[in-house]
Antibody, heavy 113, light 112 residues
Framework: EVQLVESGGGLVQPGGSLRLSCAGS????????MGWVRQPPGKGLEWVAHIKEYGSETFYVDHVKGRFTISRDDAKNLLYLQMNSLRAEDTALYYC??????WGQGTLVTVSS | DVVMTQSPLSLPVTLGQPASISCRSSQSLVHIDGNTYFSWFQQRPGQSPRRLTY???NRDSGVPDRFSGSGSGTDFTLKISRVEADDAAIYYC?????????FGQGTKVEIK
């Protein structure tokens, strides 16, 4: 059974950093394109970043480019999202997504002073 | 960016009656490989989104056959043949033909 478990969310001040992790089980993470989707409280969905299968080609939505970095540790079957220079508008529930099909439960990031 | 526009945004439905949600994209979703990477998702309150359909009309495993997706190019529809209580949720369309992948605003289906 495919499972995705996110961790690493929390409260951070504006300008701060967080690293989100997503542990995959039941599949080999490197064989799928993996992404991060976020949902601000009470709002809709936004696809933030993804990393292609097998290689390291990455894609970012414009307003996180240069601040967020998606990466993988194939040996540990982990997906990461390094988030720097965080802003209040980055506050959201962040989901790890496999191939647009399977979703984790999300980890909440709150950016506030 | 490709803009996905859903209608209606709120849909009150009676149990056992059909329901239909429309999604229109600002440009064609046909990929150069010939596929159309368009999906529908259901998000029940307090839960993660769940994919219902992919590549327009393919139902995901475990999705009841009362859900059906159709459409082509820029116009797509999700139909529920007979609404059940469990179908109360927000439904999102999404395209991943073009980067960035984009979602519709969501349609809230409520049971009357």
């Amino acid at each position: 059974e495919v499972q995705l478990v996110e961790s690493g969310g929390g409260l951070v001040q504006p300008g701060g950093s967080l690293r989100l992790s997503c542990a995959g089980s039941g599949f080999t993470l490197s064989s799928f394109y993996m992404g991060w989707v976020r949902q601000p409280p009470g709002k809709g969905l936004e696809w933030v970043a993804h990393i292609k299968e097998y290689g390291s080609e990455t894609f970012y939505v414009d307003h996180v480019k240069g601040r967020f970095t998606i990466s993988r540790d194939d040996a540990k079957n982990l997906l990461y999202l390094q988030m720097n220079s965080l802003r209040a508008e980055d506050t959201a529930l962040y989901y790890c997504v496999r191939h647009a099909q399977d979703w984790g439960q999300g980890t909440l990031v709150t950016v506030s002073s | 960016d490709v803009v996905m526009t859903q209608s209606p945004l709120s849909l009150p439905v009676t149990l056992g009656q059909p329901a239909s949600i429309s999604c229109r994209s600002s440009q064609s979703l046909v990929h150069i490989d010939g596929n159309t990477y368009f999906s529908w998702f259901q998000q029940r309150p307090g839960q993660s989104p769940r994919r219902l359909t992919y590549k327009v009309s393919n139902r995901d495993s475990g999705v009841p056959d009362r859900f059906s997706g159709s459409g082509s190019g820029t116009d797509f529809t999700l139909k529920i043949s007979r609404v059940e209580a469990d179908d109360a949720a927000i439904y999102y369309c999404m395209q991943h033909t073009h980067w960035p992948h984009t979602f519709g605003q969501g349609t809230k289906v409520e049971i009357k």
